[in-house]
């Protein structure tokens, strides 16, 4: 029979206090105690776990995969610990798990709550959300920052990482506007030209698809604003300036109370959204419950539910 491994949680609470402070010099220093005696108090950990928790880098520490999940561990324990010692009388017995999730700052909202919310309502997970640019967002997925970044556009195919990207979704796109607005039985192309047009700024899936439609039309759209953010454009759409080129979920509570109506919708445009998630030895549980749960509704639709990315 395997010798059961107790825990030392001294070794671990040193660990932890180095992996916060980020500098073995100045932790020992608040410690206490000297350097080449916290490297031994460390060593002797990663002999318990079978893991290396650190490697150095530019003469900093950095955190291995393995360090990033027992310093999630060593986060809860000494939490639970404080909570002790400050309320006898809370009796949470149940082990919770946290999810790391970027989301790209253009993301819906509305899209990221109806993800989300199956994990959020499970009592069991505690969800941190980082909005953020894409590139930033991925570079932390890299740093095992975040268990997924969630976005609507894809990394470019020549990025050297072990980035997996999974399509969940793609929602149509419609012409939408205040129901003050008046509504004009024309076809689509005078529609483009005639009525005031809010649009997502150049570089999103939409705009390219938008473009590539009007230049099929033939037609010069009437654009009067072009906004880089969904939550800005709901609520331009709102303000009955014009005609907000846009996935119906993203103002979804407004066409459900009447305030916007679907005027028109726009052939071959849609919105595609990725998870994305790293390769990674000891991934998050959690993610592949998200997963499953977004590729279930995918494949509902009659899509494909993902889309791994060539590792290069």
Avoid: C
């Avoid at 490297?39 to 928790?53: A, D, I, P, Y």
């Avoid at 989301?103 to 899209?111: E, K």
């Avoid at 509704?297 to 009659?302: I, L």
């Amino acid at each position: 029979m395997e010798a059961v491994r107790d825990l030392n949680y001294g070794h671990l609470r040193y660990f932890w206090a180095v992996a916060h402070d980020g500098n073995l010099t100045r932790t020992a220093h608040r410690l206490n105690v000297s350097q080449s005696a916290l490297s031994v108090q460390l060593k002797k950990l990663e002999e318990q776990l079978g893991h290396t928790l650190f490697e150095r880098r530019s003469r900093r520490l950095h955190l291995t995969e393995a360090g990033r999940i027992a310093l999630d561990h060593a986060d809860a324990i000494f939490s639970a610990g404080d909570e002790l010692v400050a309320t006898l009388d809370r009796h949470d017995t149940e082990a919770r798990r946290v999810l790391h999730v970027g989301a790209q700052a253009t993301l819906s909202r509305n899209f990221q709550l109806q993800l989300l919310r199956p994990i959020m309502t499970r009592g069991d997970v505690d969800v941190i959300i980082q909005s953020g640019a894409f590139n930033d967002l991925l570079e932390h997925l890299e740093a095992l920052q975040l268990d997924v970044v969630l976005a609507n556009s894809a990394p470019a195919m020549d990025r050297t990482s072990a980035i997996v990207v999974h399509l969940i979704d793609d929602q149509a796109v419609s012409l939408i506007g205040h129901r003050d607005r008046p509504r004009r039985r024309w076809r689509l192309p005078r529609l483009l030209t005639e009525e005031p047009l809010v649009l997502p700024a150049g570089g999103s899936g939409i705009r390219r698809g938008f473009d590539a439609l009007v230049s099929r039309l033939g037609i010069v759209p009437n654009i009067v604003a072009q906004v880089d953010d969904m939550a800005m454009l709901r609520l331009v759409a709102r303000e009955n300036i014009g005609l907000a080129v846009v996935p119906p979920i993203v103002v979804k509570d407004e066409l459900a109370s009447g305030e916007l109506v679907e005027v028109a919708k726009l052939p071959e445009l849609s919105e595609t959204f990725y998870a994305m998630t790293l390769d990674r030895r000891f991934p998050n549980p959690v993610v592949k419950t998200l997963l499953e749960s977004a590729s279930f509704g995918h494949k509902r639709s009659g899509r494909s539910s993902a889309e791994p990315r060539p590792k290069t």
